[in-house]
């Protein structure tokens, strides 16, 4: 016991030491991006159970969530593919409970920090008014694991209370490159997923694909949650080696952006590199650099084309053509709103507490073919009415003010650049799935709970 004492200890020295080198953060999310694509490609099940594994044991070793929080970002963009509808994955669930009762031991341990959760009451009222319509339920009618679903967002509220009281050191620097290797590897499953099925059809922009853990326009979804923070990267580094591989993994979000075919990543996501391209100068630490690098860019986007004069003008036409011209209709979205209206006004007690997160039930495109599963709105505003009505809405409204409250306690660089995607992506959600969706979710309140208890300990509040 006394050398498993000492290894403990000297774990968490060498950590403390080697965490504040300016290649850490940098190589150890490089190393972990690796091992989730390669079981995200050949193993997703192993990969899954190594990736909570491993954050188990950093937890024991280091006494500490901070160097365990990539683990957990990454842990569900391993899967690549879906489950039957009523079959549970139980080696999943084992691997995942046992990282469940370390966190537990250590979150016991280490005691609740209520001080630092400024954002818990929206979290808290969205979990709960999520949960009571299953009382009502009338489209569940046997045994199944869409009751789950009832408590999604007590679970999302549950890792926001846990990362926020977990962290012991400043962890938004290790965060912010987590999520921007995370955009990473979207980007190169996106990628991968279209080399495998380019030759199914003429033009991969018309290509539908599910990567496992989400769709192509939820992929869509998430680069565009994943880029702010290549910018906010960028903005605070003086050197130019960073601002090259900064750029690289924004590149490589731009095409999976543009292989996502998802009309909605194509105008948020231009919308978001345009506007951060030219507010990164403003807030870069070194502004001559960037905006050589800016000129570098542009230069090389030039060249491109010029080179691949054809395939680029057609490429451009085709995206025009699919955003803006060609099929511009709601893709069925106003049929899904006008269905989420007609049950938030089918009765009183819907409109109050909504149907449930499991309102309609029907015929849904997964990776194991279609399924009967939860039929979702597509649209923040709809969903939320939907599942859980006005209640619902009003502490989806206090998140929002909590969440923008809690980035004016972070360093100015962050609160602007990383408060320009969350309002982006914000707006995206309109119009598309993200919020009350668990791959959204899960890297959102860990960012959420990583601002909060890193400006209770390291920022002063800006207003």
Known sequence: MTNIIRLRNNTIKLTEYIGHKKYFNEIYCFILATLVLLFWNYDSMIGMVVMASLAAIIILMTNDLKYALPCIIYIIFILNHGFLADVIPYNILIALGVFALVLGIYTIRNGFHIHKMKSIIGLLGLAIFQIIPIFWNTTITNQSTLYLLYFADAAYLLI????????????????????????????????TRVIELKDTVDNVLSLRYHLGW??????????????????????????????????????????????????????????????????????????????????????????TVAIFGKEAIKLYDDILERVFYNNLNNNGRLELWLMALDRFHEKPLFTAFGAGMVADIGATDTPEG??????????????????????????????????????????????????????????YGFIDNTYHMFYFMIPMVIVLATIDANSYEEFNKLF
């Open 160 to 191: 926001y209370i846990i990362v926020a009281s977990g962290i012991k050191k400043n962890a938004l620097e290790l965060v912010s490159v987590a999520i921007s290797y995370l955009g990473v590897i979207i980007a190169i499953e996106c990628i």
């Open 370 to 427: 279609l399924q009967q599963g939860v039929i979702v709105y597509h649209s923040t505003i709809f969903e939320t009415l939907a599942i859980s009505g006005l209640f619902g809405f009003f502490f989806l409204l206090v998140h929002f003010a909590e969440k923008y409250r809690s980035l004016t306690y972070t360093n100015y660089n962050f609160m602007q650049i990383i408060g320009i995607g969350f309002l982006l992506v914000g707006l």
């Open 214 to 303: 989400g769709r192509e326009n939820e992929a869509g979804i998430m680069l565009c949650f994943c880029l702010p923070f290549s910018f906010y990267l960028i903005s605070k580094t003086p050197q130019a080696r960073f601002m090259f591989m900064h750029n690289i993994k924004i590149l490589l979000c731009i095409v999976g952006i543009i292989l996502t075919n998802a009309r909605g990543a194509y105008i948020f996501g231009l919308a978001e590199i345009i506007i951060l391209y030219i507010a990164t100068f403003f807030f870069a630490k070194a502004k001559f650099k960037y905006l050589q690098f800016i000129v570098l860019f542009v230069s090389l986007v030039f060249i």
